[in-house]
């Protein structure tokens, strides 16, 4: 149990990554202005939507687990796979580790309103700290990249280890 709270401690602790500059405001397909999703200059604007997140996100099943993690040739670490997923998807570039991602200022959401592509974060090792967190896909579920020794997966909320570390979720996606 103890080496099982360590790796999740672990897991998502990794030092922030160097920010790129963009514009902050694209347009899309149809020609339209897309306005960016955070006043910060970690984020962008969202390209694809929530179904684009969850498609990407589920393709990356079974891709091996790495501490600090950001790209599927090396692996992910569970805020390198959230992080990834976003940018490429959505174009939304968040912050790289779940401490920063829960402050990040976007809506909190009660876990009664979850909607598919949400984050969701969770306190591994006891406590109400951020150690980990996935994307939520619906009916429970989320994806994430558990643990040393594992690979991207899917997890239920109300498995009891997920239910009782549960912290809270965040929109970043409309």
């Known amino acids: 149990m103890l080496i099982t709270a360590a790796a999740f401690t672990a897991a998502c602790a990794t030092a922030p990554m160097p920010q790129q500059q963009t514009s902050s405001f694209q347009r899309n397909s149809i020609g339209h202005n897309l306005e960016p999703l955070f006043e910060d200059s970690y984020s962008e604007i969202q390209l694809g939507g929530i179904d684009d ?11 091996p687990y790495k501490w600090g993690g950001t790209t599927p040739d090396e692996g992910f670490d569970c805020s390198g796979l959230i992080r990834y997923v976003f940018d490429e998807s959505a174009g939304v570039r968040l912050p790289r580790t779940t401490a920063q991602m829960i402050s990040a200022p976007a809506p909190n ?57 549960y912290i809270s979720a965040k929109r970043f996606l409309d």
């Open 109 to 165: 959401v009660k876990r009664s309103r979850l909607q598919s592509g949400d984050v969701v974060f969770f306190a591994t090792n006891g406590g109400r700290r951020v150690s980990h967190a996935g994307i939520y896909v619906g009916e429970g579920r989320f994806i994430h990249a558990p643990s040393t020794g594992s690979s991207v997966r899917i997890d239920k909320l109300e498995n009891p280890y997920w239910s009782s570390a």
């Open 53 to 63: 997140v969850l498609f990407h996100a589920i393709s990356l099943m079974g891709i």
